[in-house]
């Protein structure tokens, strides 16, 4: 059974940095392609980035764009979100998820296997 394990949410004054990790397991992680959606209080699950199976290709939410990088270790079996300048309206429970035929997806049903969340608190 593929699992998704995330780590690295927290506590950050706004305007500073966090690193989430998602490490995959049971699964064929580098013809995955991966992705990070967040889900704020009261707001829908949003997507928020996304890498292709071969890690040649990111895409961006508007909203994160020049702030949030994501990236992936092979090696590790690993993907990571990169979150800078943050700001409040950041905070949210964040998601790793995988879509096991590769795909290029901003639509989150198009994801196979997910996380269970962690939390992201951004202060003011």
């Known amino acids: 059974q593929v699992q998704l394990v995330e780590s690295g949410g927290g506590l950050v004054q706004a305007g500073g940095s966090l690193r989430l990790s998602c490490a995959a397991s049971g699964g064929t992680f580098s013809r995955y392609a991966m992705g990070w959606f967040r889900q704020g209080p009261g707001k829908e699950r949003e997507f928020v980035a996304g890498i292709r199976w071969s890690g040649g290709s990111t895409y961006y939410q508007d909203s994160v764009k020049g702030r949030f990088t994501i990236s992936r270790d092979y090696a590790k079996n690993t993907q990571y979100l990169q979150m800078n300048s943050l700001k409040p309206e950041d905070t949210a429970v964040y998601y790793c998820?995988?879509?096991?035929?590769?795909?290029?997806?901003?639509?989150?049903?198009?994801?196979?296997?997910w996380g269970q969340g962690t939390q992201v608190t951004v202060s003011s």
């Open positions: 998820a995988a879509d096991r035929w590769g795909r290029e997806s901003q639509v989150s049903t198009s994801y196979d296997y």
